[in-house]
């Protein structure tokens, strides 16, 4: 099998590349920002934790028409909780964008009850060195009533 040798053009455009792809990185790394990701400074795994924060546990709530309580999830609705999570401050603003997710509902479920209220509820657990304690509080973020 004959080897090929990479021909002075095709050197000097890798070498080019390279050197372009290492001053993103460090251009990057001094100024950038995570969302400049592949070449951002991953910040978000620079940073220490507290060892006794609350951690935040999400989930989204629903009482149907007949007033059975149920958990919105992807399977029900096609909606995940890191989106709502994203979106949390929008939805305590802005309540009424919880119809959506009543619609998404309905049409994954159409011989389910029609939802009645709707509430992302934020589960803060107690931490004390890393530890979880037991203890926890909700905070209801959102609520949404036709």
């Known amino acids: 099998m004959k080897t090929e040798r990479l021909t ?18 460090l251009a990057g790394t001094v100024w950038g920002e995570d969302d400049h990701f592949p070449f951002g400074p991953f910040k978000m795994y620079a940073s220490a934790v507290d060892p006794d924060a609350p951690a935040r546990d999400t989930r989204v709530e629903a009482t149907d028409e007949t007033g059975a309580a149920l958990l919105i999830t992807p399977a029900n609705t096609g909606i995940r909780r890191a989106e709502f999570e994203g979106q949390l401050g ?39 060195d890393f530890e979880v304690t037991g203890d926890w509080q909700d905070e209801v973020v959102a609520t949404w009533r036709p």
Do not use: K, M
Not at 8 to 25: E, K, P, S, Y
Not at 97 to 122: F, G
């Open 90 to 128: 929008r939805f305590a603003d802005e309540p009424d964008l919880l119809a959506t997710v009543a619609d998404a509902y309905e049409r994954r479920n159409p011989q389910s009850p029609p939802l009645r209220e709707i509430q992302i509820v934020v589960r803060w657990h107690e931490v004390q």
């Open 8 to 25: 002075r053009r095709g050197r000097w455009l890798r070498l080019t590349a390279t050197v372009i792809a290492g001053c993103l990185l």
